[in-house]
């Protein structure tokens, strides 16, 4: 069975950092494009962050570019989600997905997703 498994969400102030993994278990995931979205309380599910297979190819989110950088060590199996300058409205559950094709914003087109991680920031 294959899953993904978030880890590093938690509590912080306005203005501190956090830094997201994700890794896979079950399968290797170094050929998969890899996401990560949010779903506030009471908000539809939006996209965060997306690399493709090498990490040549990123996109973010306007309301995080400039302050979040996703990266992935394919050595490691692992994808990274550095979230700078925390905001309170960047207060989610973040998920990591993963995509057997090009990355995309879409989270309709990932084929697997992990349980998320809280992320909550106080103002």
């Known amino acids: 069975q294959v899953q993904l498994v978030e880890s590093g969400g938690g509590l912080v102030q306005a203005g501190d950092s956090l830094r997201l993994s994700c890794a896979p278990s079950?399968?290797?995931?170094?050929?998969?494009?890899m996401g990560w979205f949010r779903q506030a309380p009471g908000k539809e599910r939006e996209f965060v962050a997306t690399i493709n297979w090498s990490g040549g190819r990123i996109y973010y989110a306007d309301s995080v570019k400039g302050r979040f950088t996703i990266s992935r060590d394919n050595a490691k199996n692992t994808v990274y989600l550095q979230m700078n300058s925390l905001k309170p409205e960047d207060t989610a559950v973040y998920y990591c997905a993963a995509r057997n094709g090009l990355e995309s914003r879409m989270g309709g087109l990932y084929d697997y997703w992990g349980q998320g991680t809280q992320v909550t920031v106080s103002s």
């Open positions: 079950g399968r290797t995931f170094g050929r998969y494009a």
